[in-house]
């Protein structure tokens, strides 16, 4: 199982090389072992978020 998650390779960023198949048993994930990923705030660096539509309608109350 393991050769098997090696053979898919490595994902490049720009924090470095990173296994795309990481495999970690219940005994290591209890000690405090984590995934060797790009940190979770940065890696989204390659998507840009639109800029926000102006609310253009007005909010004009209806006669009761």
Do not use: C
Request: proline share 9%; aromatic share 6%.
């Amino acid at each position: 199982m393991r050769a098997e998650a090696a053979s898919a390779g490595f994902y490049e960023s720009p924090w470095g090389r990173h296994p795309r198949i990481q495999i970690l048993t219940i005994e290591e994930l209890l000690a405090g072992k984590g995934i060797d990923a790009p940190p979770l705030g940065l890696a989204n660096v390659t998507f840009k978020k639109a800029p926000r539509a102006k609310d253009e309608q007005t909010h004009e109350q209806l006669p009761l």
